[in-house]
């Protein structure tokens, strides 16, 4: 395999690139749902006089790429979970649970 050059056979038809050889149609006539849409938004903006703001509707950027550990949170994730409150747990009880704990475990039995 080291030091041999394969040379590939350009000169044929079977190893012609077909893409190169496609006549694509880089405007294809919208289908008649979509022209009924967008008409429906300028009537819409037209009446209501305000232009849509379709930012908010679509999403902006690729999907995160997740690891073992999970995917990586949103800053709206973030800023929520920033607002939860860790209570420790290694604080004794209350008399008052422990009681009622302690009724519990008695009615069960």
């Given amino acids: 395999m080291v030091g041999r050059n394969w040379v590939f056979p350009t000169g ?62 949103s800053k709206a994730v973030q800023e929520a979970n920033a607002k939860i409150i860790q209570y420790p747990v290694d604080v004794p009880l209350d008399s008052d649970v422990r009681h009622t704990l302690n009724n519990e475990e008695l009615a069960s039995d």
């Fill in 12 to 73: 044929t038809d079977k190893w012609k690139n077909q893409a190169k050889l496609t006549d694509y149609n880089f405007a294809p006539e919208l289908d008649g749902s979509i022209k009924d849409s967008i008409k429906n938004t300028k009537y819409a903006e037209t009446s209501l006089g305000k232009k849509l703001d379709v930012t908010g509707l679509a999403q902006q950027k690729s999907d995160p790429i997740c690891s073992s550990v999970g995917c990586p949170k």
